[in-house]
């Protein structure tokens, strides 16, 4: 018999602090090495954690909503095989584990009983009364003594929004960081164009009749995927990631293998960017069943870290509510995103006659350590010609 | 018309003898007008019979008075210096007070023992002293300490009405004190304290002289922007605990202030009696301000730097305040 020690193993590029989401096992029951054992949420998805053995659950380190960095042990695994090097087979059988995190309800209590909060008798009736914390109430009496006055300026003061002092989430701290990145480090320019979405709609119409009634319905992001993964292909040089400090020789441009887009997607605590490989590859209707699969396991925070990485350029897509233009920030290592206005009835010249078609403001920013204006404009007008054509490929 | 404390004394005294023929006075030197002239020209306009002098015994002039109250008589007695007293005790607390009590109610003795108390003018240590505590500690005994002229008129006559042991004592620095007295004004009760001056801040709970001490005391604070509420205790036993809590309740702080020691005091009475009855009314520690524990000294600089004044009120209620020196 020998105790294994369950880690959190270093899934991303960046991933460093994770929190419990759920165990998926109880301690006792049996596990199978490489089986999911527990899931925690990282800076953009949830990620499941295989069992590092085959054994026995014994102790589980860090609860639910614990903390814990990569390469903290989390869990004992009680494994009847002999292991070699990487697993604490050396460790004694009743060795303490060491806590790691500990959960909230031991470690918050005590250190709260240990004040004394100074106050008079009649500042205690009244906070009593009116429901009031006492120990959120600086007292100015002597030696910090709460007093009557305290508590009626508490009670008195507007209801002031107490300023956030909510933590960051794991994925709000990653949005943070990600867009601070992009502002602080990519030179960012932007292009635009108005798409016409005349043609699409009939299409869209057609296909969706020739598809099984079971199979997702096509949307217009569908359509977008496979265009400018259509422009990538005919673009390589801007189907890349810029890596390196831009003053130092070792900058380069950094090509990418295939068509790999971002789908930026907005959920309660802020923005989920599920990434679709391959997608030159790939019909409108595998691009609609793997886009809704992304997103409906997006929504429930159930990404797998690698389904987050990898894309060159992603596609903002704010919907029938968004607004009629926006400017999106890339999303680092990525080298453009391309920002999508609201569909809406425009009045246009079309061969001379002033009609009215369905419009789209398409606003592409790019790196410009990437490409440069022309590239950019070549690649947006060619985005544009593909989706108001008729060459689209269904399955 | 304004009249001094003794006038005024005098004018009350006066009117119980004509209103009452079982009022009597009696004590060392009265038919002569007493050491301070409170009784003067009494024993000519009311006969020496119901005016009289008595030998130098407070013993013994104590067991006469209960006696004829007792039996009857409705006696005021003069002792002299509160300091005195101490030859009265025996009768005071071991007789007098117990009468009505240990005759199952049958007994009672109409008697007001006047007295005068106090520091002023160099009286040294055996004539300026603040005894009241000690009676303050006898059931059976009612304990009256006027504040002002017209007040020690409206008690005085209330006390002799009153049909129980009282003693009255006054405040020889109150006797040059100049009021005027309102004709026909109602006579205030025996065991109820008056509001001297509201205030909403802060209750400084006085009695006697130091009354005026704290009147005093809350003008300056009124200029700082402290409103103190000023309470007059008139009696001192019984206790008006329930003006005490009405105050107390309302400004959250109590300030207890008066010329004994501070030891085993008035204001310690008082004192305990806030912390159990209204502790959760309160807002800052319940103070005290008193006479410095010492004899009170002959030289007039001596004595005026141990009796507490008006400055040491003010600085007692900024500590209360939580205020800075």
């Known amino acids: 018999m020998t105790l294994v020690a369950q880690e959190i193993p270093k899934v991303g590029l960046v991933m460093e602090a994770v929190k419990v989401v759920r165990w998926l096992k109880n301690v006792g029951d049996t596990v199978a090495a490489g089986e999911p054992l527990l899931e925690v949420e990282t800076e953009k998805s949830v990620v499941e954690i295989e069992a590092a053995a085959t054994g026995r659950l014994t102790q589980i380190l860090v609860q639910v909503d614990g903390q814990a960095t990569v390469g903290d042990q989390v869990a004992w695994i009680e494994s009847a095989e002999a292991h070699g090097a990487g697993t604490a087979a050396a460790a004694p059988r009743r060795a303490e584990p060491k806590i790691v995190a500990p959960t909230p309800s031991t470690a918050a209590i005590p250190a709260r009983d240990g004040e004394r909060i100074r106050s008079t008798p009649v500042a205690r009736k009244l906070a009593a009364e009116r429901g009031v914390d006492l120990g959120g109430i600086a007292g100015t009496g002597p030696g910090g003594r709460v007093q009557l006055d305290d508590v009626q300026r508490a009670i008195d003061a507007p209801r002031v929004v107490a300023p956030a002092t909510q933590s960051f989430s794991p994925m709000r701290r990653a949005m943070a960081r990600a867009m601070s990145l992009s502002n602080a480090t990519i030179p960012q320019f932007t292009v635009a164009r108005s798409v016409e979405w005349t043609e699409l709609q009939a299409l869209r119409r057609e296909f969706a009749a020739r598809l099984p009634d079971a199979a997702p319905r096509l949307s217009v992001n569908d359509f977008l995927l496979q265009a400018v993964a259509r422009a990538l292909t005919e673009f390589p040089a801007l189907n890349a990631t810029f890596s390196g400090d831009a003053e130092s020789a070792d900058a380069r441009v950094v090509q990418a293998s295939g068509a790999h887009i971002g789908l930026v997607v907005a959920v309660d605590d802020g923005l989920l960017v599920p990434v679709i490989h391959d997608v030159e590859q790939l019909g409108l209707a595998e691009i609609a069943r793997r886009r809704q699969d992304c997103v409906e396991r997006g929504l429930k925070g159930r990404l797998k870290r690698e389904e987050a990485d990898g894309a060159t350029v992603s596609v903002s897509n704010l919907g029938a509510i968004g607004p009629d233009r926006f400017t999106a920030l890339i999303n680092p290592p990525q080298s453009a995103i391309l920002a999508v206005g609201r569909q809406r009835d425009c009045v246009v010249a079309r061969e001379g006659a002033v009609v009215v078609r369905p419009l789209s403001d398409l606003t592409l920013t790019v790196d410009h350590r990437v490409a440069d204006g022309r590239l950019a404009s070549q690649f947006l007008a060619r985005l544009v010609a593909i989706l108001e054509g008729r060459d689209w490929r269904l399955g | ?325």
């Not at chain 2, 009255?168 to 007295?181: D, G, W």
């Open chain 2, 1 to 325: 018309m304004q009249h001094t404390f003794i006038e005024i004394l005098r004018r009350a005294l006066d009117e119980e003898l004509a209103r009452d023929a079982a009022v009597y006075l009696l004590g060392e030197d009265v038919a002569a007008g007493g050491a301070f002239g409170v009784t003067r020209g009494l024993a000519q306009k009311h006969g020496s019979a119901r005016v009289r002098n008595t030998p130098i015994s407070e013993a013994a002039i104590t067991g006469l008075a209960t006696g004829a109250a007792l039996c009857g008589l409705k006696p005021v007695l003069e002792i002299m210096f509160i300091d005195f007293a101490t030859l009265s005790m025996d009768c005071l607390v071991n007789q007098t007070a117990k009468y009505r009590y240990m005759s199952g109610g049958q007994l009672a003795v109409p008697l007001v023992v006047r007295t005068q108390a106090g520091a002023a003018g160099g009286a040294a240590a055996q004539h300026s002293q603040s005894l009241e505590a000690w009676f303050i500690h006898v059931p059976g005994l009612i304990v009256v300490a006027p504040s002002t002229p017209a007040e020690a008129y409206g008690l005085l006559k209330s006390a002799i009405r009153l049909g129980e042991p009282v003693l009255f004592v006054e405040h020889k620095r109150l006797y040059t004190m100049k009021e005027e007295l309102a004709v026909g004004a109602e006579l205030p009760p025996i065991g109820r304290a008056r509001i001297a001056k509201p205030g909403t801040d802060v209750t400084v709970i006085a009695y006697s002289a130091m009354v005026q001490s704290a009147l005093e005391a809350a003008q300056k604070l009124a200029d700082a922007g402290i409103s103190a509420e000023v309470i007059d205790l008139r009696t001192l036993l019984p206790l008006d605990m329930a003006t005490i809590a009405a105050s107390v309740s309302k400004t959250h702080r109590a300030l207890i202030a008066h010329e004994a020691v501070l030891n085993g005091g008035v204001g310690a009475e008082i004192a305990a009696r806030i912390g159990a009855e209204l502790f959760d009314e309160l807002d800052a520690p319940v103070l005290r301000v008193g006479c410095g524990f010492a004899p009170i000294p002959f030289a007039p600089q001596l004595e005026r730097a141990l009796l507490p004044g008006s400055a040491d009120l003010v600085r007692a209620v900024r500590q209360i305040m939580g205020l800075a020196e």
